[in-house]
């Protein structure tokens, strides 16, 4: 038996998978079950396997957001709450060579920062925009935020959000994909593999299509927020494939025509 057990120990076993190398050594702060923290890690897949580290900039703003620069190890500049993309912008514009992109959540960019996305994309800016929606302020307390479900009970709308009293959700991926600036615009999730194969897709796409200085490439990803919900992992993902996908369809809204 311990033969048996010493020889078992000598194979070699084949590697397959590894934590991509322009993630940093940090653990992540987000809660169990956030999918920021999925989503971080696809787009440092992207970053290696096309070996753009050191031509990558990102810009992430006030939010669950605002410490991707711990995580992510390429170069990274904070925003004022909703201004990522006019950051953004500014970079690209001094730096047209380098790639740019701008890590926002639902409160940020469709909320505090609606007129930057709208001008950023109307203008066409070459850069790509990530787009967390999980329908909440997930960091400042579980408020509604523009994205929230009718009827979805936050700390602001104890009784389920009213579109009488509130309005309805903003599908703000819909609105942006009728500006002549946007080039690509996709929503997509992590919830399930096939799912996150899918989202690394689209982020492949869209720093190719910058490359190529195409357009504003516009990229939702349909999230789920755990704690700011008052649920357990498993039930968010639920709510989300149940609730979330009901009011927010995945699958592109804008491809290019040429």
Not at 28 to 39: M, N
Not at 100 to 129: C, P
Not at 191 to 197: D, I, L, Q, T
Request: net charge neutral.
């Amino acid at each position: 038996m311990n033969e048996k057990l010493y020889l078992d120990a000598e194979v070699e076993l084949e590697q397959v998978y590894s934590k991509p190398k322009s993630l940093t050594d940090v653990p992540f702060h987000y809660c169990p079950g956030c999918g920021h923290s999925v989503v971080h890690k696809v787009l440092m897949e992207v970053v290696d396997e096309l070996g753009i580290q050191e031509d990558l900039i990102g810009v992430a703003p006030v939010g669950c957001s605002v410490f991707a620069y711990h995580y992510m190890n390429v170069d990274m500049q904070e925003a004022a709450h909703g201004r990522a993309s006019a950051v953004a912008t500014g970079i690209k514009r001094v730096l047209p060579d380098k790639l740019v992109f701008s890590y926002q959540g639902d409160g940020d960019l469709a909320a505090i920062g609606t007129a930057e996305t709208i001008h950023t994309i109307n203008r066409g800016e070459n850069i790509l925009m990530i787009f967390i929606n999980n329908g909440i302020y997930g960091m400042t307390g579980g408020q509604m935020a523009p994205t929230s479900l009718i009827g979805q009970i936050t700390s602001t709308t104890p009784y389920g959000r009213s579109a009488a009293q509130i309005g309805n959700p903003i599908k703000i991926s819909d609105l942006i994909s009728l500006l002549p600036g946007a080039y690509y615009v996709t929503r997509q999730a992590v919830y399930n593999p096939n799912a996150v194969r899918k989202l690394k897709k689209a982020l492949i796409k869209s720093i190719e299509y910058q490359k190529q200085k195409k357009g504003t490439c516009f990229i939702e990803v349909v999230s789920n927020c755990p704690s700011g919900w008052k649920m357990t992992p498993v039930e968010s993902i639920k709510f989300l494939e149940e609730q979330m996908i009901h009011t927010y369809p995945l699958g592109d809204l804008k491809v290019p025509q040429n």
